[in-house]
Every structure is written in structure tokens, then in C-alpha cells.
């Protein structure tokens, strides 16, 4: 509030706080409220423009303008609604069983609806081997997985040829990979040469034996994890291996009342492979997946935000802190990801937000720090929120 004189009634005054300059109404104008104080005009910043940010007054005594009609909401397109309306079905079954984790759970059906594969950093017993068999239940695809181990070889994924005594001949014997969501358990307890066996599987969809192509069935997702690097046992993923993954997801301890819901829902000692037969519905299936996987990819993506896209991984293989940046293959990512996510959010266009929401999950793991960076202790988020803070952000 703004105190005057009685004696500036009619007269044009200017706010201390803001310079908004008004004109103080006349004594009989006042009735009915304290003559003594006037409100002053808003500042700048409180006059909302027709896109969302502030913008001044367009009066130039100072006097308040209205601000131009926001736009009618556009409703989404048929095939966004569709996506959203999956999407929000297959989260309503999964919490039925699942309980937190929101960035595990949206992460991976990110990825999914992307064509990606996803990888999991996280202690054991945190529940992914139940939240796969959940979505697998949910998703009405088959569910596969592999444990690693060090003794572990590339034939015991893929498959082998197995010599018939019968008709003495050799038939391929299709291996764990065979199927449609694909759970590698502690993937990185296995050398080199057993994940090199995944690289074709998660690039080309196929698996090649004695000069022998074999198809996977689409779609395919691959959710594999690694216990953290300091565990006994345990191997550094390749770069090339760790660039086949379109997201790394680091899965923390849950919170303390999600994990009281967890020590609750186990009290009843019920049969969880029952429970999830009864309770959980099959709200999809392997067509519908891939249907709703292409209209994702129809989701507009403005220029302007692939510019963006373009600027954030370059920034990377200039930063001081890292060794080595992402690649070519970590934009794509970020476009697919961001269109996946704004269909998940109801619209048929992508916003920077969508691209910043997932910029970590899709760079974490396509950086490399320097020697320096290690040994000061640096963590690779850190580095990366500081880099993006850098890059200027779009208006669309």
C-alpha cells in the first residue's frame, strides 16, 4: 500500500518501490475504504503476457493494462491420448505391486516406448527382478532372465547349435535372449567377451550363429544392472556396451514410509507369483506396444530444441572435467526420449523441460572423467548439471 495526503486527492504520484507513476482518486471516489492509502500499480513483472512471462504494462502512465487472452487449451491428438492413456493403465497396475522407484518405473517405459534398453545402477534387493516380472504381467510379454557370473559364456546367451542323434543333424537352440523383456542380472560380474555377445542383440535385434541370422521378436527391451564398481567381482562395462544403453538409471534406497509400505504389503507371507496372476491385469500386448512406439516417434520436436539437443552433447566433449564426451548416439537419445516423455505428459509436442527431465539418465553413462576430476572427488551429475547450466535454454 502506498500512504498520501489528503491533499494529493487528483494529483499524480510515483511508487518509491516500483516508479510505477498514478493518479490518486478524489475524495468522494474514496468512499467506503481509508483515504489514506491507495494500492500502487504492479510492478512489471505482475502483468502476465498471453505466452506465460511477465511482460510490462503497455500504458504509459503507468495505468494498468489488461493483459491479452491466454490461448484456448488445445486438446491432444488422438494418438497422444492413446499413449497417455496406456501409459497411465500400465502405472496404475505396476503400483499394485511395485512400490516406488518413480524413476526406475517412468525411466524404463521411457525406454520402452523408445526402442531403448536401460541400465540399472543399484545394491541388491531393491526389487527389479520383481518390478520385470510385474511389467511383463502388465505388458503381456515374455519375461527372460540371465544371471552373469564370471564363468558365463557368450553361447549360453545366445544359443548354440546342438547335434540331433536322431536325424543326425545339428539344430540351433535358441538361448535366454530369445524373448521380450530381457532382465541381466548383475551384468557386470561378466568379462568382456560374454557382453560383447549383447552388442548385437541390443543394436539389430538379431542374433547371428555359424553365419546364421536369428530374429528377435519385437519389441525388446533389455533392463540389465550392475551392482555398484567398489563391489568384489566386478568388471567395468565397455564404452561400446555402455552407449547401447539409451538410459542408466541409479536406484536409491527407498524412503522410509515406502519401505514400511513394502514390510507391510509381505506381513500376509502371500504367494507374490499368485498375487500377480489374480490382481494384476494384461492392459497391453506386444502389437499395441509397437503401434503406440511409432506414435511416439510422430510427436513434434521444434528445431530450435534439437539445436539444444545438438548443444548439450557437443558441450560435453569440450568440458574440462571430462575425459571423454557422449556421442552422436546420446542425442538421439535425447530426442526420442523427450518426445516418448511429452506423449506420457498428454501433449503432441516436446518442451525443454522433457529434454532437461532426462539428460542425466541419457549422459551419465557416456562420460568419462578425467584423472583430475577422480581423484577431487567429483561426482559425474554434478559435472553435468554444472555444464547444462552453461547452455542456453530455448523459448518455443
Given at each position: 500500500?502506498?500512504?498520501?495526503?489528503?491533499g494529493?486527492?487528483?494529483?499524480?504520484?510515483?511508487?518509491?518501490?516500483?516508479n510505477?507513476?498514478?493518479?490518486?482518486p478524489?475524495r468522494?471516489?474514496?468512499?467506503?475504504?481509508?483515504?489514506?492509502?491507495?494500492?500502487?500499480?504492479?510492478?512489471?513483472?505482475?502483468v502476465p503476457?498471453?505466452?506465460?512471462?511477465?511482460?510490462?504494462?503497455?500504458?504509459?502512465?503507468?495505468?494498468?493494462?489488461?493483459?491479452?487472452p491466454r490461448a484456448?487449451?488445445?486438446?491432444?491428438?488422438?494418438?497422444?491420448?492413446?499413449?497417455?492413456?496406456?501409459?497411465?493403465?500400465?502405472?496404475?497396475?505396476?503400483?499394485?505391486?511395485?512400490?516406488?522407484?518413480?524413476?526406475?518405473?517412468?525411466?524404463?517405459?521411457?525406454?520402452?516406448?523408445?526402442?531403448g534398453?536401460?541400465?540399472?545402477?543399484s545394491?541388491?534387493?531393491?526389487?527389479?527382478?520383481?518390478?520385470?516380472r510385474?511389467?511383463?504381467?502388465v505388458?503381456?510379454?515374455?519375461f527372460?532372465?540371465?544371471?552373469?557370473?564370471?564363468?558365463?559364456?557368450?553361447?549360453d546367451?545366445?544359443?548354440?547349435?546342438?547335434?540331433?542323434m536322431?536325424t543326425?543333424?545339428?539344430?540351433f537352440?535358441?538361448?535366454p535372449v530369445f524373448t521380450?523383456?530381457?532382465?541381466?542380472?548383475?551384468?557386470?560380474?561378466?568379462?568382456?567377451?560374454?557382453?560383447?555377445?549383447?552388442?548385437?542383440?541390443m543394436?539389430?535385434?538379431?542374433v547371428?550363429?555359424?553365419?546364421?541370422?536369428?530374429k528377435?521378436?519385437?519389441?525388446?527391451?533389455?533392463?540389465?544392472?550392475?551392482?555398484?564398481?567398489?563391489?568384489?567381482?566386478?568388471y567395468?562395462?565397455?564404452?561400446?556396451?555402455?552407449?547401447?544403453?539409451?538410459?542408466?538409471?541409479?536406484?536409491?534406497?527407498?524412503?522410509e514410509r515406502?519401505?514400511?509400505?513394502?514390510?507391510?504389503?509381505?506381513r500376509?507371507?502371500?504367494?507374490?507369483e499368485?498375487?500377480l496372476?489374480?490382481n494384476?491385469?494384461?492392459?497391453t500386448g506386444?502389437?499395441?506396444?509397437?503401434e503406440?512406439?511409432?506414435?511416439?516417434?510422430?510427436?513434434?520436436i521444434?528445431?530450435?530444441?534439437?539445436?539444444?539437443?545438438?548443444?548439450?552433447?557437443?558441450?560435453?566433449?569440450?568440458?574440462?572435467?571430462?575425459?571423454?564426451?557422449?556421442?552422436?548416439?546420446?542425442?538421439?537419445?535425447?530426442m526420442?526420449?523427450?518426445?516418448?516423455?511429452?506423449?506420457f505428459?498428454?501433449?503432441?509436442?516436446?518442451v525443454?523441460?522433457d529434454v532437461v527431465?532426462?539428460?542425466?539418465?541419457?549422459?551419465?553413462?557416456?562420460?568419462?572423467?578425467?584423472?583430475?576430476?577422480e581423484?577431487?572427488?567429483h561426482?559425474?551429475?554434478?559435472?553435468?548439471?554444472?555444464m547444462?547450466?552453461?547452455v542456453e535454454?530455448p523459448?518455443?
Amino acid at each position: 500500500m502506498l500512504s498520501v495526503t489528503e491533499g494529493s486527492a487528483g494529483a499524480s504520484v510515483k511508487c518509491p518501490q516500483c516508479n510505477g507513476v498514478m493518479r490518486v482518486p478524489l475524495r468522494d471516489q474514496l468512499a467506503g475504504r481509508s483515504p489514506a492509502a491507495v494500492s500502487p500499480p504492479p510492478p512489471p513483472s505482475a502483468v502476465p503476457s498471453a505466452s506465460g512471462l511477465s511482460s510490462p504494462p503497455a500504458g504509459g502512465d503507468g495505468t494498468e493494462v489488461a493483459a491479452p487472452p491466454r490461448a484456448a487449451a488445445v486438446a491432444p491428438s488422438p494418438s497422444v491420448a492413446r499413449t497417455k492413456d496406456l501409459y497411465d493403465r500400465i502405472i496404475q497396475q505396476v503400483r499394485q505391486i511395485y512400490v516406488g522407484q518413480d524413476e526406475l518405473v517412468e525411466g524404463t517405459l521411457v525406454a520402452l516406448f523408445s526402442g531403448g534398453h536401460v541400465l540399472i545402477e543399484s545394491v541388491p534387493g531393491l526389487g527389479k527382478t520383481l518390478f520385470v516380472r510385474t511389467l511383463g504381467q502388465v505388458l503381456g510379454c515374455k519375461f527372460g532372465r540371465i544371471q552373469f557370473t564370471a564363468d558365463l559364456m557368450p553361447s549360453d546367451l545366445t544359443g548354440a547349435p546342438i547335434y540331433n542323434m536322431k536325424t543326425q543333424e545339428f539344430e540351433f537352440r535358441a538361448g535366454p535372449v530369445f524373448t521380450q523383456l530381457l532382465l541381466a542380472d548383475e551384468i557386470n560380474r561378466s568379462p568382456a567377451k560374454t557382453h560383447a555377445a549383447l552388442l548385437e542383440i541390443m543394436q539389430e535385434y538379431r542374433v547371428t550363429v555359424d553365419r546364421v541370422r536369428h530374429k528377435i521378436e519385437r519389441p525388446f527391451l533389455v533392463m540389465a544392472t550392475q551392482n555398484p564398481i567398489e563391489s568384489e567381482g566386478t568388471y567395468n562395462l565397455p564404452e561400446a556396451q555402455l552407449d547401447r544403453f539409451m538410459f542408466k538409471i541409479v536406484a536409491e534406497y527407498p524412503s522410509e514410509r515406502e519401505e514400511a509400505d513394502v514390510l507391510k504389503m509381505h506381513r500376509a507371507q502371500i504367494d507374490l507369483e499368485r498375487h500377480l496372476e489374480s490382481n494384476v491385469k494384461t492392459v497391453t500386448g506386444p502389437q499395441e506396444i509397437l503401434e503406440v512406439t511409432r506414435l511416439c516417434g510422430e510427436v513434434h520436436i521444434d528445431d530450435r530444441l534439437l539445436d539444444y539437443i545438438n548443444s548439450l552433447v557437443r558441450q560435453t566433449r569440450g568440458w574440462t572435467a571430462f575425459h571423454m564426451g557422449a556421442s552422436p548416439r546420446a542425442g538421439i537419445a535425447l530426442m526420442q526420449g523427450a518426445r516418448t516423455l511429452a506423449a506420457f505428459r498428454g501433449r503432441d509436442y516436446a518442451v525443454p523441460d522433457d529434454v532437461v527431465e532426462i539428460a542425466l539418465p541419457a549422459l551419465r553413462h557416456r562420460v568419462m572423467l578425467t584423472a583430475e576430476s577422480e581423484v577431487e572427488g567429483h561426482h559425474v551429475d554434478d559435472l553435468l548439471r554444472e555444464m547444462m547450466r552453461t547452455v542456453e535454454v530455448p523459448r518455443l
